[in-house]
């Protein structure tokens, strides 16, 4: 089955600006935390907030205290004004694009002019729209609706930002031919309007469509609706669970978009539920190789064998001899650490890849003993080469283990930096610093006891190979991350720059390789590996443009990179013979 996701699915601005403001508020504002109305139209981020404490109110108190957040649809002025009379900190989340139909009625209804709202009466957004009226509001939902209002000397007529754009055209031309005189504003939000073309190009190309978001999202049904409008098979989900798997089990192509308010980590589970579909029809080898990526993923045995491609690669840079060692140390670390880690902050794969969170949680115990294990063995093996292997082998172990644990008790400081996983951007960096040291440095210092030039340029690509790999997982991973509190490198920077700042990191490692190749600071081997950086940076554009999607296939390709490395080391000294 081939599955296209429409670029524009998931949070439109408004929706993630106020889901931001307000996972944000209880750090920076008055608690208790509450929203007036529901925030937006999503059970699924509704429940999440309601679990963080964070309420709804729908009626306003005649006393209150703590911050109450003005939902993205809006609310009347008049209901602003009640809250902060009654001792609330308002804060205002409406999106952007609903303060600026605001804002055009409020001028104009100060004006004289009535305000004529193509939308649904009953939406949270048009209610709010009819409060900065002044009593010169109308709403109508047909055409028929608007036939039935009186002519008017003076109106404006603007939209729901969400309206259905076809229905909006037909309006505007209705408007021209009987009220010239009236003003129109085409006040349909951009990011609406590409989703609805973007729902009529995709439906072109797919022999069904999957619709997600809230059922009581306007902007989700009247995508369901231009889907349906197709001819095609078209579902209007909000969770994977309500996927008909016998239904789309034939499918060769399906695309998926999302309504405005439906979160990416909903998403990625009905892209992964889909992905499971080869483990139930097609060919038996189709099967098992999926399944066979599956587990080597979800165990992190690959990763740990892409740990020990990076450092007998690193190894043949520097010219390490007797490197099996290392590649063993490196993938024992890894491994261990890497459960470890999963073990302990299970909170974001909750919603980042609630495949893995299961599979966490019900083998926890072999799990962890796998982990133990192996961080044993590395260190066993690490003391029978000399106590300074071990002593290093030991310090980094350590610091792992103590990444998601509280290091500063609750009694002796009360801030926010109790844990090293608390630091902004820690887990990116660390991870990226602890390969980098485990596949080059470690070597290095084993068999010379210093650290020279080439083990510092070896390094450097090393760890940042690894940093390029963690800083694109978590932009995949952002909203996740942020709705648990994790300030990572994405969150902080934002996902443009952040793949600005990763293709940079990976032009700048690959020049590194060449150089210092060229300069016979390291091996030749240098001029092939620099393939490794070049294969990233393909991936993260891939990705960039809308031509790679999360799921296990572009994740074991990313951890493949690792891998190559080896391979090409391989290569080059078995078949080609030189170094």
Known sequence: MKILIAKTAGFCMGVRRAVEMVLDAPRKHETPIFTYGPLIHNPQVLGLLKEKGITVINDIPDQGNGTVLIRAHGVPPQAKDKLGKAGFT?????????????????????????????GDRDHPEVIGLLGYAEEKGHVAGTLKDLEALPAFDKAIIVAQTTQNTVFFESVKKWGLQKFPHYKIFNTICDSTEKRQNEVKELTASVDSMIVVGGHSSGNTQR????????????????????????????????????????????IKRIYRALETLPLNKGQHWHRFFFA????????????SLGAGCLCYACSKLLGIPNYYSYVFIAMLYVQAMHIFNNLTGREADHYNDPERAFFYSKYKWPLAIL????????????????????LILLFMSVMGLSYNLTLIPEKISDGNYRRIRDIPGSKTVLIAVAWGIVTSVFPSLSVSGEIDLGTILVFTWATGMVFVRSAFFDILDMQGDRVVGK??????????????????????????????????????????????????YLIVSAHERGYMLPGIRLEFLVETHFVLAGIITFIQLSVIGYQ
Not at 371 to 390: D, Y
């Open 90 to 118: 308002v804060v205002d989340a409406t999106c952007p694009r609903v303060i600026r139909v605001q804002t055009i009625i409020k001028k104009h209804a100060n004006q004289g002019y009535e305000t004529i709202i193509i």
């Open 223 to 266: 995508l369901a609706e231009i889907a349906q409008l197709s001819g095609k098979p078209a579902y209007h989900i909000e969770t994977e669970a309500e996927l008909d798997m016998k239904a789309i089990a034939s499918v060769r192509t399906i695309g998926i978009t999302a309504g405005a308010s439906t979160p990416n980590w909903i």
């Open 292 to 303: 066979l990526r599956r587990t080597l993923l979800l165990t992190n045995i690959y990763v």
């Open 371 to 390: 982990a133990f294990l192996a961080g044993a063995a590395g260190l066993i093996k690490a003391c029978f080469m000399g106590v300074f292997p071990f």
């Open 487 to 536: 300030d990572t490198i994405p969150i902080l920077l934002g996902e443009k720059r952040t793949l600005g700042l990763l293709k940079s990191v990976l032009m700048i490692i690959t020049l590194i390789l060449i150089f210092s190749s060229a300069f016979h600071i390291i091996s030749r081997l240098g001029f092939t590996l620099a393939i490794c950086p070049i294969f990233m």
